[in-house]
Every structure is written in structure tokens, then in C-alpha cells.
């Protein structure tokens, strides 16, 4: 009876409403055949984010006891509740919402990136990533014998494999000596258990593997296939045996936390234990996928469209982070990039930024910027959001949804800031997700007020300047550069420069500097 219990399925579709997904031209098409045009490529695509969701309330109804919906989405109204001394709002979504700690990593899974659990011992993160590894068609031992554990005595050969002994003995050359390559990485999907227990140099060889997909030893290349990563860490902060390198942590593309266990489900384990069962046992067959279903939703997810108006938020979001204007004399370099890079006091730099508004600007927040790699994982999380929930395309939520776990380990928050100092804001300095989330809606209102939706006049002549400057006339030209030229008048005016202000200008620099070359081979003609 177990057994069936275990491994029971919905029948049900588990989003009766979902819209069918979008199918846009792709230039890669032309390189594949003929095309898969309308209900033809909705009917191939759709079963599989509908399994995907049959993974996503299998592993959270019968696997991991994880009932904290922490991405909300609402289609009207909420009930909410205000609770405790604090006032923290306890809110009822009206709308299918998920939990972090499963859907994320199976996100990953989808569009095999990489996915960092954190949190304190036996709060399963280990048997989440093990899920996914039998997900994708790998029986349990298979996927626990090839499961990285991180320990500080671990070698590059231990990681990536050891050359014969008799062919080191022998060998003439390099070239004649056979390598034992670990089988783990030949695995589609990777687990490295405690990383932050891996010793530095150790560390620099896994990065070569999650950043360049291959292996290296004695001049012996190993190609890795495509695959979802996960790494776990029971403290992320520096508690490791060893301090992660940076450029490992970057590749880090979603952090997901384990939250406590609620003993209110305290009757499901009991039932684990008198049946002598472990779930990871029991996938059902109907959620297994093979290689060639993963690379079908991967490009399903690619396909999945973000909306100008969604994108420009983003933007807007992410402008607010890098600019540091006591750092560069010249204009370009005014970033906190090149504060870190010289080394600079940074209180001695804050010191003399005198001039803004440190409460109202989001920039003074942070420790540094976003990355490019951070912009397109979220870009990409955000698609895999929107096509797990059915959609063509990403709506704002799907953005603020994903926005915190992308960004947990990259946009480093700066203590001292004023906005951390408010009574009310005292307990974003340890809750990190909170703290981005509100952070993606303090921009969001900024953005409102600006009503920049509808009154944007650098994104007019950017999109502009886009529709190509063939048969622009050199009088038309002319036009453009004035107007460009009026508009950075007008905008550097008695203002302060904010982190948007700053990205906007640059922009406008940019475009006058592509108008006077395409005017100077006008001229020469």
C-alpha cells in the first residue's frame, strides 16, 4: 500500500488553464529542417512542462516536506493578516503558488544551470539534489556513487581522476599516458556535497569543470555533457573549512535556502519509518526524463518571450546598483568596480558622495553591481518560470519571483547603509531574500512614479536608432544628434546622478557616437 501511495501521480492536469506556448522563429530553425509551426509545436511542447509540473507536486507532496510557499502569485485578491509584535503579513496567495526549496532546483534541472542549496544539517538538501539526479534517469546508487563529497583533503586527482600507474612508468611522453577519468563527470546531473569544504586549489580545478564544462590533467582534456549542478553548503557566509573563490561562487547561478521542518507533518515521517521507505526509491516512471526531453524544454524555455515593458523594469532595476560617483574622474569609470579594483577606502569615498539622497538611492544599498552572467541567468529563470506555469511569455512576477534567488550570493548588501538602520528595515540585514525582493519593489514604485512606461524619451530614440540607419539622410542625422544633445541638457540640469541617470547618459553618448561616425561616412561619400 505504500508503494502505491508513494508513487501516486495526478491525473488531473495540474494547471487546467495554461496557455499554449508561444513558438517563435528562431534563426537556428533554418540550420534543423523544416520548421514545427502552430498546434504542431504547442502539441510537442506542451506535455512536458504539464510533467514538469507532475515532477514539481510529486517531489513536494511525497519526497520533501516542504510546505513554505514562498513564491506567491495572486490572479485577485489575497487574504492577509497581520502577525505578531512585528506586524509581519501572513498572506494566503490566490493564485497556484510553489515552494523555493523544490521548484528552483527543478528549474535548474530544466535549463541546467547551476543551483546552490544553503542551510543547517538534515534539512534535506542533499536528498533534493539526489531527486533531481534520479529525474534524470539515474538509478540511486548510481547517482550516490558519483555525488561529490566536499572534504578538506580533497585532491584534483580525487575530483577529476588519476593517471595509470603503469603508464607513468613507462609512458615516452605525456601523450602515452592514460587517464582514469571519475564517472561522475560524465553525468547529466552533478552534485558536489559541501563544496565549501573543497581546498582552495581543489576548487580551481572544479571551476575549469562548472565554468568550461571540461576536465584537465597532464595536458588530458575530458568534454563534459550538458548538465544541472548542484552544491550544497551548510553556511554560505565564510563558516566553510576553507573561503569559497569568488570566481566559483559567480558560476553559482540560484541559491535556494532549506527552511526548518514543520513538526505539524511529523505524521509523514512517521509513516516513512514504519514503512521502510525512501521516497527517492519510489519516482515514479511517468517523471523520468531522458536526455532528449531536457534539450526539448531547454529550447522550449529559450523560446519563451520577456516583453519590452518587463525588460525595461529590468533594466531600470538593474541601473540602480553600479554607479559610485566618488570613484572615477572619468565618466565611464565612475563605478564601484573601480573603487574595488584600486583597493580604495571605501568610507573615505562615501565620506565625499555628499551630494545624493542616500535613503531614497537603491545603489547606496549595495556593496557592488550586477554582473553580466547575473543578468542572464535571471533572464533565463525568469523564462523557465513562465514556462513552467504554461505561458508564452514572462510577466513581471515571474521576474520578482525568481529576482531573490538569483541575485542571493551576487548583490552584496552594504551594513551601514541608512536604509538597514530604519526600525522597520532591521530584519532585511538577515533576511536576504526578503531584503532583494523589497529591494526589486522599492525600484518598481521608483519606476511608477517616473512613469517611465509612457514617458521615456531615451528609449525612443534608442528603439530609433534600432529600425537601422540605412537611407537616413545626412539632414536627418543632424536632427538625431541635436536631439540627443538637447535631451543630455536637459537631463544633467540641477540634478543630482542616480544610478539610472548615469546608465542613460551613457546610452545617449553611445548613440551620439554612432550618429557622428554614420554622419562622417555620409560625408564621404
Given amino acids: 500500500m505504500a508503494f502505491n501511495l508513494f508513487q501516486r501521480l495526478s491525473q488531473a492536469p495540474t494547471k487546467p488553464k495554461s496557455a499554449p506556448v508561444a513558438r517563435q522563429f528562431d534563426v537556428a530553425d533554418l540550420y534543423q529542417g523544416p520548421i514545427a509551426l502552430g ?3 504547442e502539441a510537442q511542447a506542451r506535455p512536458f512542462d504539464e510533467k514538469l509540473r507532475q515532477a514539481y507536486f510529486w517531489i513536494v507532496n511525497h519526497a520533501i516536506i516542504s510546505p513554505h510557499y514562498d513564491i506567491e502569485y495572486n490572479d485577485g485578491p489575497s487574504q492577509t493578516y497581520s502577525v505578531g509584535d512585528s506586524r509581519r503579513t501572513l498572506n494566503l496567495p490566490s493564485a497556484q503558488s510553489y515552494s523555493s526549496f523544490i521548484l528552483l532546483p527543478l528549474l535548474t534541472f530544466a535549463t541546467r544551470r547551476k543551483c546552490l542549496f544553503v542551510g543547517g544539517p538534515g534539512r534535506g538538501k542533499t536528498a533534493s539534489a539526489l531527486l533531481m539526479g534520479v529525474l534524470a534517469g539515474s538509478t540511486v546508487k548510481e547517482v550516490k556513487r558519483a555525488m561529490q563529497h566536499g572534504h578538506p583533503q580533497m585532491t584534483v586527482a580525487d575530483l577529476l581522476g588519476n593517471p595509470l600507474p603503469a603508464d607513468l612508468v613507462n609512458a615516452q611522453s605525456m601523450d602515452d599516458i592514460r587517464i582514469a577519468w ?3 563527470l560524465g553525468m547529466r546531473v552533478k552534485i558536489v556535497d559541501e563544496y565549501n ?3 582552495t586549489r581543489t576548487q580551481s580545478a572544479l571551476l575549469t569543470v562548472m565554468g568550461d564544462n571540461y576536465a584537465e590533467v597532464l595536458n588530458h582534456i575530458y568534454e563534459c555533457p550538458e548538465a544541472a549542478w548542484y552544491l550544497t553548503a551548510n553556511d554560505d557566509q565564510g563558516g566553510g573549512t576553507y573561503q569559497v573563490i569568488e570566481a566559483l561562487r559567480d558560476r553559482v547561478d540560484v541559491t535556494v535556502q532549506a527552511l526548518a521542518f514543520n513538526p505539524r507533518f511529523l505524521n509523514e515521517l512517521l509513516l516513512r519509518v514504519e514503512e521502510n521507505v525512501r521516497p527517492e526509491e519510489l519516482v ?9 526531453e531536457v534539450d526539448q524544454i531547454g529550447v522550449a524555455i529559450r523560446q519563451v518571450g520577456i516583453p ?8 531600470f532595476f538593474a541601473s540602480q546598483f553600479e554607479l559610485f ?4 574622474g572619468q565618466f565611464e569609470y565612475m563605478t564601484k568596480d573601480t573603487a574595488r579594483l584600486a583597493g580604495a577606502d571605501r568610507g573615505q569615498a562615501q565620506a565625499a558622495d555628499n551630494g545624493r539622497d542616500r535613503l531614497k538611492d537603491l545603489g547606496c544599498q549595495t556593496l557592488n553591481g550586477i554582473s553580466v552572467r547575473t543578468l542572464m541567468a535571471l533572464m533565463i529563470y525568469a523564462k523557465a518560470m513562465a514556462y513552467f506555469r ?6 513581471l512576477e515571474d521576474l520578482r519571483q525568481v529576482l531573490p534567488f538569483v541575485l542571493h550570493n551576487k548583490l552584496q548588501p552594504d551594513p551601514d547603509a541608512p536604509f538597514f538602520a530604519l526600525p522597520e528595515n532591521a530584519a532585511y540585514r538577515s533576511d536576504r ?13 521608483e519606476f511608477n512614479r517616473l512613469d517611465l512606461d509612457r514617458d521615456d524619451p531615451v528609449g525612443v530614440l534608442s528603439a530609433e536608432f534600432d529600425l537601422g540607419l540605412g537611407g537616413v539622410s545626412e539632414r536627418e542625422t543632424l536632427a538625431r544628434l541635436n536631439r540627443i544633445e538637447k535631451l543630455i541638457g536637459e537631463r544633467t540640469k540641477g540634478r543630482k546622478l542616480y544610478g539610472p541617470l548615469y546608465d542613460d547618459l551613457l546610452k545617449l553618448k553611445y548613440l551620439h557616437q554612432r550618429y557622428t561616425n554614420y554622419r562622417s561616412w555620409l560625408r564621404s561619400q
Wanted: proline share 6%.
Fill in 39 to 41: 498546434a504542431e509545436g
Fill in 182 to 184: 571519475r564517472a561522475w
Fill in 197 to 199: 569544504r573543497i581546498p
Fill in 284 to 292: 515514479p516512471p511517468d517523471i523520468i526524463f531522458t536526455e532528449g
Fill in 308 to 315: 519590452d515593458a518587463v525588460r525595461r523594469r529590468l533594466e
Fill in 325 to 328: 560617483e566618488t570613484a572615477g
Fill in 390 to 395: 504554461g505561458n508564452g511569455e514572462v510577466e
Fill in 433 to 445: 531574500l526578503g531584503w532583494l525582493r523589497r529591494l526589486f519593489d522599492l525600484s518598481n514604485d
